[in-house]
């Protein structure tokens, strides 16, 4: 700045000396320079991704990122290095463009819903859930009677199913001589653990002093991984989530149940292999299932006493013998959000877990539940609803159901596959975006598709392309199954 009086200002100076280097090194340069940072950072990113589908097996998604870098990242290289009219120009549209891609994938913005309680929530029944019906009725029964009585309905249907082999029971799509029984082992020891499950649910001693609720809470979510839980969380139990009556598991049947003793849950998850998933439906994935839900018990069980002998009363929940809905209690405890598929998804595993829980009177400290998009990327997604065989999965809208804005899926017409498959499906689990194994490239696809709304529209459509609308295709079972 000159003053009225001709002096120049030590800012003039400084200015003159240290001009912004674009200046220096022409905008040609700096273009130059960006241009290569950009490609670089592409190759690498695709790189990785290709190196990840390598490891993973998924050869669509590396046939899809060679053709990538060939013909995409190919042409952006070769107006790098060759000398044409018009190129700076290029490369200028070339840089903005992959400038609005970063923004467009990175920058947080749109809303994020919950998922929508619009009124109260009336306890079910579990006599009104699906699995009671073929795991818990035996015809020539006074229940199977009197409740086949009530639901003539449903009668015909039903028994269709049990005329049906079980899973992978011989006569099943699924049955094999020797692996048939990786799974009916599991099942069975589940079941006799099942036995076990509601004796020494009363406090044995009284609560330790001097520790406050925040050090039990801490201990015993410790305690919950180092028992092999991936996932903990806690929450308070709203009652809502517990039925209201004795449908399978222990106890009489159509008995009232009465947890309002029982203030808190804990909800632990475990991951199932995605190998395993990706076999679906079929022998692999249903003895996974099986394996993560005997670990499950085992784990709930010993929390359970563990509990108990901290001077509280508590109850564990597992597959076969629930008193309470694992799925909203995990959605409460933050343990992921609830999917269209119905069941949880998780931000790590997708719904690639399976649950348990523990109901108690110890106070535990609650988590927060977490929204990271789920409900939003669902609404453009329907992936499982397209691949789902028996077309159980709700393809449009989510609707009101028992006080909670939601996608249902028909559990009738998915259990009949089951029975016609031999195994639990699991098809729509296996083709979840959200299921992808949880390496550093799908963490990162996971957090982009949070941040907004054309980055999920994104995501989406790279999902399709890498993996396809309908990844059908099963990799071969492992040997120990054939
Ligand atoms: S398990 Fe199979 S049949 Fe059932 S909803 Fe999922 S995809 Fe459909
Ligand atoms: S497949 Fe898509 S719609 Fe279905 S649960 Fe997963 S993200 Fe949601």
Same mark, same amino acid.
């Given at each position: 700045?000159?003053?009225?009086?001709?002096f120049?200002?030590?800012?003039?100076?400084?200015?003159? %000396?240290?001009?912004f280097?674009?200046a220096?090194?022409?905008?040609?340069?700096?273009?130059?320079?960006?241009?290569?940072?950009?490609?670089?950072?592409?190759?690498l990113?695709?790189g990785?991704?290709?190196v990840?589908?390598?490891?993973?097996?998924?050869w669509?998604?590396?046939?899809?990122?060679t053709?990538?870098?060939?013909?995409?990242?190919?042409?952006?290289?070769l107006v790098?290095?060759?000398?044409?009219?018009?190129? =700076?120009?290029?490369?200028m549209?070339?840089?903005?463009f992959?400038?609005?891609v970063l923004?467009?994938?990175?920058?947080?913005?749109?809303k994020k819903?919950?998922?929508?309680?619009?009124g109260?929530?009336?306890?079910?029944?579990?006599?009104?859930?699906?699995?009671?019906?073929?795991?818990?009725?035996?015809?020539?029964?006074?229940d199977?009677?009197? $409740?086949?009585?009530?639901? =003539?309905?449903?009668?015909?249907?039903?028994n269709?199913? *049990?005329?049906?082999?079980?899973l992978? #029971?011989?006569?099943?799509?699924t049955? @094999?001589?020797? &692996?048939?029984?990786?799974?009916?082992?599991?099942?069975?020891?589940? #079941?006799?653990?099942?036995? %076990?499950?509601?004796e020494?649910l009363? +406090?044995?001693?009284?609560?330790? #002093?001097? %520790?406050?609720?925040q050090?039990?809470?801490? *201990?015993?979510r =410790?305690f919950a991984?180092?028992?092999?839980?991936?996932?903990?969380?806690?929450?308070?139990l709203n009652?809502s989530?517990v039925?209201?009556?004795?449908?399978?598991?222990s106890g009489a049947f159509?008995?009232?149940i009465?947890l309002?003793?029982?203030t808190?849950?804990?909800?632990?998850?475990?991951?199932?292999?995605? @190998?395993?998933?990706? !076999?679906a439906?079929?022998?692999?994935?249903?003895t996974?299932?099986?394996?993560r839900?005997l670990?499950?018990?085992?784990?709930?069980?010993?929390?359970?006493?563990?509990?108990n002998?901290l001077? $509280?009363s508590?109850?564990?929940h597992?597959?076969g013998?629930y008193?309470?809905?694992c799925?909203?209690?995990?959605?409460?405890?933050g343990?992921?959000?609830l999917? !269209?598929l119905?069941?949880?998804?998780?931000r790590? $595993?997708?719904?690639?877990?399976?649950l348990?829980?523990?109901?108690?009177?110890?106070?535990?400290?609650?988590?927060?539940p977490?929204?990271?998009?789920?409900q939003?990327f669902c609404g453009?997604?329907?992936?499982?609803?397209?691949?789902?065989? &028996?077309?159980?999965?709700?393809k449009?809208?989510?609707?009101?159901? *028992?006080g909670? #804005?939601?996608w249902?899926?028909?559990?009738?017409?998915? $259990?009949r596959?089951?029975?016609?498959?031999?195994?639990d499906?699991?098809?729509?689990?296996?083709?979840?975006?959200?299921s992808?194994?949880d390496?550093?490239?799908?963490?990162?696809?996971?957090?982009?598709?949070?941040?907004?709304?054309?980055?999920?529209?994104l995501m989406?459509?790279?999902?399709?392309?890498f993996?396809?609308?309908?990844?059908?295709?099963r990799?071969?079972? +492992?040997?120990w199954?054939?």
């Amino acid at each position: 700045m000159i003053f009225p009086g001709g002096f120049r200002t030590r800012s003039d100076r400084f200015r003159k %000396f240290h001009r912004f280097p674009a200046a220096k090194l022409g905008v040609a340069m700096v273009v130059q320079i960006f241009s290569w940072i950009v490609l670089g950072l592409a190759l690498l990113a695709l790189g990785a991704f290709g190196v990840t589908s390598i490891k993973e097996r998924e050869w669509r998604a590396v046939l899809v990122t060679t053709l990538f870098v060939v013909f995409g990242l190919g042409p952006f290289a070769l107006v790098l290095v060759l000398n044409f009219p018009g190129r =700076q120009a290029l490369l200028m549209v070339m840089l903005l463009f992959a400038g609005l891609v970063l923004v467009a994938l990175l920058v947080p913005f749109g809303k994020k819903t919950s998922l929508q309680v619009t009124g109260p929530i009336p306890r079910l029944d579990e006599r009104d859930a699906l699995f009671h019906r073929f795991y818990r009725l035996k015809p020539g029964t006074e229940d199977f009677e009197a $409740y086949y009585d009530e639901h =003539q309905d449903k009668l015909d249907f039903d028994n269709k199913l *049990r005329a049906l082999p079980g899973l992978a #029971e011989p006569g099943s799509k699924t049955f @094999e001589p020797v &692996s048939s029984n990786y799974h009916a082992s599991m099942d069975s020891q589940l #079941e006799y653990l099942n036995r %076990f499950l509601d004796e020494d649910l009363e +406090p044995l001693g009284t609560p330790p #002093e001097n %520790f406050s609720s925040q050090e039990l809470t801490w *201990r015993t979510r =410790q305690f919950a991984r180092f028992l092999g839980a991936d996932l903990v969380g806690c929450t308070r139990l709203n009652q809502s989530h517990v039925y209201s009556h004795v449908g399978r598991g222990s106890g009489a049947f159509g008995s009232p149940i009465d947890l309002s003793h029982h203030t808190h849950a804990l909800v632990i998850a475990v991951r199932m292999s995605s @190998e395993m998933v990706r !076999r679906a439906p079929g022998l692999p994935a249903l003895t996974e299932t099986s394996f993560r839900y005997l670990q499950l018990a085992n784990m709930a069980m010993v929390l359970a006493r563990y509990i108990n002998r901290l001077g $509280y009363s508590a109850r564990a929940h597992v597959d076969g013998n629930y008193r309470v809905m694992c799925v909203p209690i995990a959605v409460d405890a933050g343990l992921g959000e609830l999917g !269209r598929l119905g069941l949880l998804v998780t931000r790590n $595993y997708g719904p690639r877990v399976r649950l348990a829980v523990v109901t108690t009177d110890l106070p535990l400290l609650p988590d927060k539940p977490k929204n990271f998009g789920v409900q939003e990327f669902c609404g453009i997604c329907a992936k499982c609803a397209t691949n789902c065989p &028996s077309g159980s999965v709700d393809k449009g809208k989510k609707r009101q159901h *028992r006080g909670v #804005e939601k996608w249902r899926t028909e559990m009738d017409s998915c $259990y009949r596959t089951w029975r016609k498959l031999g195994s639990d499906c699991g098809v729509c689990v296996k083709v979840c975006p959200y299921s992808h194994p949880d390496t550093f490239m799908h963490k990162l696809v996971r957090f982009v598709i949070s941040t907004n709304p054309m980055a999920r529209r994104l995501m989406l459509l790279a999902d399709d392309i890498f993996y396809g609308r309908r990844p059908m295709k099963r990799p071969p079972s +492992p040997p120990w199954f054939s």
